[in-house]
């Protein structure tokens, strides 16, 4: 049985063995208080009472605000690295005993979540870089008696300054000595990043990268502290940096001498302005991408919002007809009274010029959000499904989406010369072609692309009015210069009907054998093609319901 002695000084906490015991320590086997700051406790008393022993412990780092903990012999480490587990306010460990660590004591410090700073006469490496791993700092105390040009150079008096070194500087050219050390030194440290040279030669160049290659050694910068004028030196180590940049990221950084930058100031001048011209162009090029971007980004989520609102507008209204119908099932429910006199029914009179009756829910619904809703627009295996408006001019619903608010991706409208309810002959509907957000008409590109309208899932179109749900079918897709020719919503003879369903069939990029005549309404969607240049439009014939 050890007693364990506990002694408190300024902010440490300091664990040793007791080696003397005078006659009233001797008498008490377990636990003993000398002074105010020294407690005497029996590792027996430690391991069978390590709950109550930990919270005294605790308590008395927090009220005497102890950050430290010191242990002079390492075979109690693990017993008192145990008890101080879970202790927030210790943050740094030292063990003074000169041995080497062990990896049982390793892993006790690695259990204390809270140590951040360790120092230790000796360590073996791969505990070393265990401890790292828990960004845990540590500070050998085992100089080396030895050292080398190179390690004097570079104040590499400690393993741990071998580990956690940065940058060094190297006198070339080395000894077989400093050559020694250095490959030591690259074989230890974990985290070096800069090296420093006094003058260079071809030789030495390649020497130091045949020793970073083998290490795999990567992003590592290295300063020539020497003013180069020879142009065959500066274009190899150019050549290197060049190959360099591309694989592993080592890169040397050349101080031009006066000599060279004045015989090379002009290539240099129109280099640099070559550079600028390069960074200012992708600068505005960038700045143009990312207005687009954002630009986009506003159109798309501006579109989600109003879906959402679209969406929760015909819910509640469905509801709504749902409770009035419930309510007109009631009433009559209640008014019904029998009789056996059976009465003579009047026929009733139908009111002249009765307007229809709105029958689409999914449509009539979005009244109350805009009064110019006419239809619903959808085009299978695209982005185009939204509700259709009609304004008293083409104009209004170019900038403005389906709430009336400016917005550059305008909305989905009908031509204002169109009738909304007795369908005119050909019911024309635009959109812009937002093709980078993908809304509005954005994603009718797609319906030149074969295997979309071979399909013929695709070459059926909904299109629902204030009245009725329609299905139409598609007989011609094409683009073509700006024109209006195919831009005629009702004709003045079939002679003339017939030959506009001529004109725009034979335009069609693939035969679609759907049969379309003189008695049949025809739907067309148009939008801008080729940055505007051209025109991409579909038309679509009315199926009989």
Known sequence: MKKILLQFKDDKLFFSIKKRLNTEQKSLINTNVISQNELVFSDEYMVQNSKIVHNFIKELINDMSINTVVIKESEIATLVLKLINNISKIKNLYLLEESILTYHICSAIIKCSSIKYVSLYNIPTYLLEMLDKEDIIVDSRNEMLFLSPFMKDNNLDKFSTLYYKTSIYLNLPLSKEDED????FININKYLRTIYLNKVQKSDIEYLLEILYKKKLKNIKIYIEQDLNNIETIEYLKKINKHNSKVNGIQFKIDY???YLQDNLMNQIHLNTIKMCIIVSLMIVGSVIFYVFISNYTSMQKVEDIKKDINETIAEYKEELKQEEKNVIEQTDETDEPTDIINQEETPVEPQNKPPVMTN?????????NEDTVGWLKVNNTNVDYPVVQASDNEFYLKRNFKKNNDNSGWIFMDYRADAVNLSQNTIIFGHNMY????MFGTLYKVKQANWYRDPENQIIEFDSLYE???????SIYTLPNTNDYLISDFSSDDKYQEFLNLITGRSIYTFNTPVSVQDKILTLSTCSNNGKNRLVIHAVLLEN
């Open 181 to 184: 050390d250095f490959i030591s």
């Open 257 to 259: 001498s006066k000599k």
């Open 361 to 369: 829910d999914d449509v009539a619904g979005l009244l109350s959000i």
């Open 436 to 439: 980078y957000s993908g809304v």
């Open 469 to 475: 749900k329609m299905k139409w079918k598609i007989f």
